[in-house]
C-alpha cells in the first residue's frame, strides 16, 4: 500500500511509543505487525462498543487476528521469549492505534479507508 502522509505519521508515533524490545524486531517488522493491525482492525464493532471492557475484548480479537497473521507469514520458529516480545509487542501496537483512533474522527475514517486499500493489495 502506498504510504501517506497520515500513515507514516501514525507508523511514526507507533515507533515513538513503543517500549524497547522494538529493536530487536526492527522498524520493517513492527511496521508489517502495524499494517496488520489495520487491516485487522474492526471499527464497526469499535463504534458501537459501550464501555472499555468491550473495547478490551475486541481489541483481544484483533491481538489475536494479527498474531495469527504474523504466524501464517513468518513460519520461523525463534522460541518462547521470541514469542512473548512478539506478543507484548502487538498488544502495544494495537493500543496505540487505539488511542490514535479515539483521538479524532477524522483517524477512524483513515483506518476505514486504509483497512479498504490493504484488502485489494
Do not use: F
Not at 513468518?74 to 487505539?98: C, P, T
Request: some cysteine; proline content about 3%.
Amino acid at each position: 500500500m502506498p504510504m501517506s502522509d497520515d500513515y507514516r505519521d501514525l507508523h511514526a508515533e507507533i515507533w515513538r511509543r513503543l517500549p524497547m524490545g522494538k529493536y530487536l524486531l526492527g522498524r520493517r517488522r513492527i511496521y508489517e505487525l502495524a499494517e496488520l493491525a489495520v487491516g485487522a482492525w474492526c471499527p464497526e464493532w469499535l463504534a458501537v462498543a459501550a464501555d472499555t471492557g468491550q473495547e478490551r475484548v475486541i481489541t483481544d480479537e484483533i491481538v489475536n487476528s494479527v498474531r495469527r497473521l504474523h504466524d501464517a507469514i513468518e513460519v520461523r520458529d525463534h522460541g518462547s521469549l521470541w514469542a512473548l516480545l512478539l506478543s507484548y509487542l502487538v498488544h502495544a501496537i494495537v493500543q496505540i492505534i487505539l488511542d490514535w483512533w479515539h483521538r479524532s474522527p477524522r483517524n477512524r475514517r483513515l483506518i476505514v479507508k486504509w483497512r479498504k486499500e490493504l484488502a485489494h493489495v
